[in-house]
Structures are given as structure tokens and as C-alpha cells.
């Protein structure tokens, strides 16, 4: 990436961009030779290593933890925990731009209401999992009158080091030949989102390998000892008469088989325990129950629970988690994304990002809250047409008309 572009910080102040600055932006993902990612081999000692060399003081390397992480993350109770329980309850979340005031501002809230913020979101939420995420803006768009960027997308995370502020075009490149991207030249276009760790996946690796490696020994252990296994003995030496029977056994079916000479003796020593499935399936459970408690501080919003009131404490330690990632991402984009929405001409000066928080109510609360207020107030009739009540006129209205009539 060229350095030869005219700097667009000055001072203590920013300019906005002229139509040749965004022309000479190149897209930095375009620019980085992505290597297909090998799949790590799972095992403890291998992601202790991948550990010990994503902190190494004087060569921090992550490549490797983070293809364990994407492996692990093929496990369906991690994305699960991550994707449905953790990062919906804020991707969902209703949102505004207000002025100082405390006003909606309708227009900067629509211009917010577009896929790459949403994206822009999802990726900032991922730090929490994998440490960091450098976010890049691509090229600005304008659709009817609405600002906002053609993507947000994220750095390879192989290609960043968030610790030396620096990024790399090839993944096997020294970082001494990293090019810092906290400088005034990617300002406008890079947000860098570091939760100063290694993520929360760190502490789901040892959980998530074993329980591979269990549903691995429990199929093997199912093959053995749960379907039936044919022996055929037979006296013959002829190899034609002895492949024409192994040719039998294999097309029987499915189940283990074995062709031996006569008078072979065959043994198989099953464990006298008769629930030993439970060896297995208890140590699933048990690293699932790990596996929740690291995304979501605890089990049973993913898993049954033993009580009602056990269930309650439960989700309102995850509210309190999802309620802190809210928190994180109203700092963000306040912080980090409107001064640079302000770089590219928004008219964002003095408004700020903040939760559209609303009382949802249920069918019963909603009518018991209507019929309270009725009772000491006039309520517009508009009020229940819009919830879709074929409201004509009023009811005394219609009952005098009658009794005229009459």
C-alpha cells in the first residue's frame, strides 16, 4: 500500500475526504495474499504449543491458536452459545441516534439501518471470542440521498498483530515488515476493535477437543460392542474358497465380520458395567456445560434445568453479560466510528449512538396495562386502530343513536 497518498490528519484536526482521496484508498484486503488455512491437527499439546506462541513477548504468533479456534467452532453447541444465545441479544437490539437532548434524530438513525453497520457490529461483537478484530470501511456509497460504506470487513485476523499495532501482507512475513495501521493514512478506513486477550475461545479449546475426541471413541465403541459380529470358520486353504466367502460376509451387512481357519477362538471382552455409555455421554455433557459457561456464564439457558427458579438466575446472569456487550458496542461506535463518519461528511456533530430500549409487554400485561387506563382517562380511539381493533365510533355514541331511533 502506497504511503505517497497527501496525509488526511493535520494537526489536531481532520479534514474531509475529497473525491481523490477515496479514489486513491486501495482496498487493503485486496492487497493481502490469504494462504488457505490448514486445518490444525486437535490435540491438547498442539493448542498448548499455538498458546505459548501467541504470547511470546518477542515473536507473538496466533495463526495457529486461531485455526483451532475456526475448528472448533465446527462444534454445534459453541456456535450455538456464541451465535445464537450471545451475539443475537444484541444484533437484535432496536437502536437510535439522538442529539444532545436526548431527541431521535429519524434520518442519521436510517442511514444506521444498513447491512454493513449490522456487519460492522457482528465482527466488533467476535473480538470478545478471538481477542481482536481490525475492521476495514470499504468505499463510501450514496443510495437515494443515504450515506454508508459498500462493506465492513474484516482483516484476515492472521494477517494483524494487535499487540505490535501492525499488519502484514503474507501470514509468513516477519513483523518487523508489518505496516502500523494506527496511523493518520488508514484512519478513516480501519477501526481496530482489541479486547486485549486472546478471546474466550481460548478457554473453550480444551472442553471442545475432548468432546471431539470422546463422540470419536464413543462411535468406535459403538461399532464394537453395539451390532453384531459374523465369524465363518472354514477348513479351506483354497484362496478362491475363501474370498468367495468373505465376499458373502461383506455383502450381509453393515456389522463386523471375520473369516478364520477352523478351530480359531475368538474373545471379546465387553465391560460388565451396563451403563458404561455414560462414560461417554456424561463427558460430552460435561464439557458442553464447560463450553457455557465460558460464552454465556452459565448452562441453562442452552441445557434443561433442574428448577424454575434455578433457570431465572441463570438468564439473569446472561442478560447481565449481553447487557455488557451492548455497553461495549454503544462506546464503540460513539467513540471509534461516528469521529470517522464524521471524516466522510456525515452530519454527525453533536449527536451520539444509543440503545432503543422499549418495554415489551405480553398479550395478558398489554390488556390488564389498556384496561387500567381506560378506566380513569380518555384514550384516543387511534390508539387501538393501530394495534388493528376495527374501531367505528364510540359505544355510548352508537347505543344513544339507537335509543333516538327507537
Known amino acids: ?90 444484533l437484535q437490539k432496536d437502536f437510535k441516534v439522538v442529539d444532545k437532548n436526548g431527541k431521535k434524530n429519524n434520518d442519521l438513525t436510517n442511514f444506521l439501518e444498513a447491512s454493513w453497520f449490522k456487519k460492522f457490529i457482528s465482527l466488533a461483537l467476535d473480538s470478545k471470542f478471538y481477542g481482536h478484530s481490525l475492521i476495514e470501511l470499504g468505499p463510501p456509497t450514496l443510495t437515494d440521498g443515504k450515506p454508508g460504506f459498500l462493506y465492513a470487513k474484516l482483516v484476515p485476523r492472521e494477517h494483524v498483530s494487535p499487540e505490535l499495532e501492525v499488519f502484514i501482507r503474507n501470514p509468513d512475513d516477519d513483523w518487523n515488515k508489518g505496516l502500523p495501521y494506527n496511523t493518520p493514512q488508514y484512519y478513516p478506513w480501519l477501526i481496530n476493535v482489541n479486547d486485549d486477550s486472546l478471546g474466550l475461545l481460548l478457554k473453550c479449546c480444551p472442553p471442545a477437543i475432548s468432546k471431539r475426541y470422546i463422540l470419536a471413541f464413543w462411535d468406535e465403541f459403538a461399532e464394537i460392542f453395539g451390532m453384531p459380529i459374523r465369524i465363518a470358520n472354514t477348513s479351506s486353504r483354497d484362496k ?44 460430552v455433557i460435561r464439557a458442553e456445560f464447560e463450553i457455557s459457561k465460558a460464552i454465556l456464564g452459565q448452562t441453562m439457558t442452552m441445557d434443561n434445568g433442574s428448577s424454575y427458579s434455578q433457570a431465572n438466575v441463570h438468564l439473569t446472569i446472561l ?40 418495554i415489551v409487554y405480553t398479550p395478558e400485561q398489554q390488556t390488564e396495562r389498556d384496561r387500567l387506563v381506560l378506566q380513569y382517562y380518555d384514550v384516543d380511539p387511534k390508539y387501538f386502530i393501530d394495534q388493528g381493533y376495527p374501531i367505528r365510533g364510540s359505544r355510548n355514541a352508537t347505543l344513544s343513536a339507537k335509543n333516538d331511533f327507537f
Not at 495463526?63 to 483451532?68: D, E, K
Not at 460376509?249 to 471375520?258: P, T, V, Y
Request: proline residues 4%; glycine residues 6%.
Open 319 to 358: 442478560n447481565r453479560i449481553c447487557e455488557r456487550d451492548a455497553d461495549f458496542i454503544r462506546d464503540l461506535v460513539n467513540n471509534e466510528l461516528f469521529p470517522r463518519l464524521k471524516i466522510h461528511g456525515w452530519p454527525i456533530d453533536g449527536h451520539r449512538f444509543d440503545w432503543d430500549e422499549k
Open 240 to 283: 478362491t474358497e475363501q474370498n468367495k466367502i468373505a465376499s458373502m460376509l461383506e455383502n450381509m451387512g453393515a456389522a463386523a465380520w471375520g473369516l478364520f481357519p477352523e478351530g480359531t477362538s475368538i474373545e471379546i471382552k465387553e465391560t460388565s458395567r451396563g451403563d458404561a455409555f455414560e462414560v461417554y455421554d456424561r463427558r
Open 1 to 90: 500500500m502506497s504511503h505517497k497518498n497527501p496525509p488526511i490528519y493535520q494537526g489536531h484536526k481532520f479534514r474531509k475526504l475529497s473525491l481523490r482521496d477515496i479514489q486513491a484508498k486501495a482496498g487493503l484486503l485486496t492487497e493481502i495474499a490469504q494462504k488457505a488455512r490448514q486445518l490444525t491437527q486437535l490435540k491438547i499439546d498442539a493448542w498448548r504449543r499455538a498458546h505459548q506462541a501467541a504470547i511470546n513477548p518477542d515473536n507473538p504468533r496466533r495463526r495457529a491458536l486461531y485455526a483451532i479456534y475456526d475448528d472448533i467452532l465446527l462444534d454445534g453447541h459453541l456456535s450455538g452459545a456464541i451465535e445464537h444465545n450471545r451475539k443475537n441479544a444484541t
